[in-house]
């Protein structure tokens, strides 16, 4: 009679980028996944991605497909690591041959915020002074501030929360827009100064929520990521980068999003906007959160024949022109 031998179960490691964020949200990650299976072993191991290491180029110069995961899916596929966490509005919609989404969970407020300097303490988006300069690196913000306030100054802004923070406080910028999330994962709510109405900003695709990503095959990871998931906020991401995905854009396009959903009701909208704040599309889609995909691509189609696609092209080009 041979012996039962049971090797123990392998430990879990977890991916993650190194910046204080990403640390913030791979940690609880790890908490969550221990206090689902105290039996199991969850450890971190941390790389830098491309995106942490430029730091003073413009992200709209550089595009951002993978940017900041692609070391870490490569990681994954080389079975150095397991699964990876990322900010779900950093994770392309496309991914690569062999990675799935794990799991997405539950979302923070997906809006954006403003952050004042101190002697606009008075002041809201739309009572700062004219040509007040706005830190953001976003595309997607600056086009649709432009368009609704034309008479402020929009700057460029790179470097982690806490540089950017400081850059305002020294007096750089007069305001920022930052997502509420990250401000509120590293317990910076108390600089929200005011939460963007969707009606002047709809978010990225993904804000507010963690996407959890690892390999296809990997079933026995697939099902510890189940207890991770929040529907709700599953249904609503998938409508959002399906209609990403169906207008073949990334972060750095002026592309936002809102999403309710109301029982089983999704309502998706969607905006596309010309980096000059002149042309903006916007619509909305509403059907089964169970046909969430269905939702985003019909909202893409609807959008295109709306104008949406040379609004992109427009972009395209100038980003290739430099
Ligand atoms: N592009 C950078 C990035 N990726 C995720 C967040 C914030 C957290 C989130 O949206 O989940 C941020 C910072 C920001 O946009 O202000």
Redesign the pocket.
Known sequence: MSPIVSSPPRTIRIGSRKSQ?ALV?TYWVQEQLQKHFPDRQFEVQTMSTQGDKILDVA?SKIG?KGL?TKELELGMINNDIDLAVH????LPTRLPEGLVLGAVTER?N?A?ALVVHSKHQDKQIDTLPEGAVIGT??LRRLAQLRYHFPHLAFKDIRGN?NTRLAKLDAGEYDAL???A???K?LDMSDRIHQILPSDLSL??V?????GIECREDDAEVLELLKALEHIPTAQRCYAERAFLRELEGG?QVPIGVNTILEGEQLTLTGIVASVDGQKLVKDTVSGNATEAEQIGNELAQRMRQQGAQEILQEIFAQIQRG
Request: hydrophobic share 45%; with cysteine.
């Open positions: 964020l949200q992200l951002d900041f900010s779900l509005k950093d923070e997906p954006d690196s976003s929360l827009i930052l997502a999330a990250g401000l994962r978010h990225a993904g804000q507010g929520a963690l972060c």
